[in-house]
Nanobody, 117 residues
Framework: QVQLVESGGGLVQTGGSLRLSCTAS????????MGWYRQAPGKQRELVAR???????DYADSVKGRFTVTRDSAKNTVLLQMSSLKAEDTAVYYC???????????WGMGTQVTVSS
């Protein structure tokens, strides 16, 4: 029912910045959460940051103070501003949409972020 399209991934140097964007194909009127997860080779997918339709946010400890998640509900878009990037941030980043009643998750296809020295 919903397609998520990510953009903004790429190659940056350590200490640099990058902004990821994810746009849903349609608006969600009910309560929902949009966020970003990442998966590095050989590792489990992990939450990076998320934001609910009411504005509440949640961040992984490893990115607190460096990443900021925001959303523009009118544009069905969630943004992830990444700063002070480290090599450990290298991963495929996936956009996620959680809806409730009924409970369901949607995923983007992922965008590569590579931080080099």
């Amino acid at each position: 029912q919903v397609q998520l399209v990510e953009s903004g991934g790429g190659l940056v140097q350590t200490g640099g910045s990058l902004r990821l964007s994810c746009t849903a194909s349609r608006s969600i009127s009910s309560y929902n959460i949009m966020g970003w997860y990442r998966q590095a080779p050989g590792k489990q997918r992990e939450l990076v940051a998320r934001i609910s339709s009411s504005g509440s946010t949640d961040y992984a400890d490893s990115v607190k103070g460096r990443f900021t998640v925001t959303r523009d509900s009118a544009k069905n878009t969630v943004l992830l501003q990444m700063s002070s990037l480290k090599a450990e941030d290298t991963a495929v980043y996936y956009c996620n949409l959680e809806i409730f009643f009924p409970r369901h998750d949607y995923w983007g296809m992922g965008t590569q972020v590579t931080v080099s020295s």
